[in-house]
Each structure stands twice: as C-alpha cells, then as structure tokens.
T-cell receptor, first 117, second 112 residues
C-alpha cells in the first residue's frame, strides 16, 4: 500500500516552454500533497503544499506564478513549471499524506527529472 | 546552523556489518522523527517513524531517538549490498503543519 506515482519520470524541454508533472496516490486518498525539489547531493527542499480543492501554500522564495500547482482530486496533484529555464533543471519529487492513515508521515513518488536546454 | 545536521558520508562498510547513521537537530520542538531510504534517481522510501523519545525495531532496522541530546540514530544489522543508498532523516513539529525538515542524507555503500 501507500504507493505514489509520478509522470513523466524524465523530461527534456526547450527553454521557454512549460512542463506539467503529475503526482498520483494510487491506493489511498490524499487531501494534502507536497512538492519538493532536490539538487544533486543535497536534501529535499519543500516548494509548496498542495491542498485538495484549495490554493497551494508556497514556501518562502518559491514563485507562485512560476510553479503552478493544481490539486483537483483526492488522488491527483499537478505541478506546472511555466516558461522553464535551464536553472529550473532539477529533480522534482512529490509526496502525499494518507488522509486515513498516520498523519505525520509522507509517502514519496519516484521523482521527475527535468532538464531544460 | 542548519536545523538538522547529517554527515553526508560516503560511508563504506563490509557486508554483514552493523551500520550506524545519525542526525542531530537544534529545535527541541521536533516530536516526529523519520528515516527514509533513497536509491539513486528514485524518490525516498519511508523506513521508520517514531514519536518522541525511545527505540523502535523493524526487522534489521532499529531507530533511536534521544530528545535530551537532540540526537537520532538508525541502526542496520547484517547490512547487505542492497542497503546501499542514501539515508535521509526527517523530523516534524507537533502541530507544525505539514512541513518535514530533512537532513542532507548519508550515502551508504555496503561492499561484498
């Protein structure tokens, strides 16, 4: 149980284009999902908290208009990187909190590697 | 000073060894403590979680929390090459919303 999927697993795009990443909880409902960014040999940095049916909460320093988050259902959250630039290249990981389980743990997706040329 | 400190390693041990991984933290309000394992180019996988101080054992893994010293540990017994990964500690405040604070991770390599 507690499986989280992400799609795509890897994406290469040109500078200036937008990229959408999907995060799905496969066997549980998640009213709250999280988006992280991880640089090589560094820890996970929380970008935003995605709440089903309401606006996402962004961490300080994260541009809301740059990283659009939508959490339209209890099993799906999307992150759209708008007008991507090479500095946006990173490993993006989502996680989900099981609404019916132990509230303090998060289950992570496999990550999406974004490369902006 | 970072809120959570973790030696990045790499830590190299022979197969069968007991591995000790540690994190220290500065915020005494942290109450929930977790260990995640992350293989290269994959998302983190939850290994252990504990609340407040004490020990918790699951198979070859034992998590310890010493709140008085602000120190947490993960022990791996009979280590296997498949344990080679990066181990991240994470912690959370009670009533602190959803935010997990992570260590930088320790890279572990178990050699044959």
């Amino acid at each position: 149980g507690a499986v989280v999927s992400q799609h795509p697993s890897r994406v290469i795009c040109k500078s200036g284009t937008s990229v959408k990443i999907e995060c799905r909880s496969l066997d549980f409902q998640a009213t709250t999902m999280f988006w992280y960014r991880q640089f090589p040999k560094q820890s996970l940095m929380l970008m935003a908290t995605s709440n089903e049916g309401s606006k996402a909460t962004y961490e300080q320093g994260v541009e809301k208009d740059k990283f659009l988050i939508n959490h339209a259902s209890l099993t799906l959250s999307t992150l759209t990187v708008t007008s991507a630039h090479p500095e946006d290249s990173s490993f993006y990981i989502c996680s989900a909190r099981d609404s019916g389980g132990f509230q303090e743990t998060q289950y992570f997706g496999p990550g999406t590697r974004l490369l902006v040329l | 000073q970072k809120e959570v400190e973790q030696d990045p390693g790499p830590l190299s041990v022979p197969e069968g060894a007991i591995v000790s991984l540690n994190c220290t933290y500065s915020n005494s309000a942290f109450q929930y403590f977790m260990w995640y394992r992350q293989y290269s180019r994959k998302g983190p996988e939850l290994l252990m979680y504990t609340y407040s101080s004490g020990n918790k054992e699951d198979g070859r893994f034992t998590a310890q929390v010493d709140k008085s010293s602000k120190y947490i540990s993960l022990f791996i017994r009979d280590s296997q090459p498949s344990d080679s990964a990066t181990y991240l500690c994470a912690m959370k405040l009670t009533g602190g919303g959803n935010k997990l604070t992570f260590g930088t991770g320790t890279q572990l390599k178990v050699e044959l």
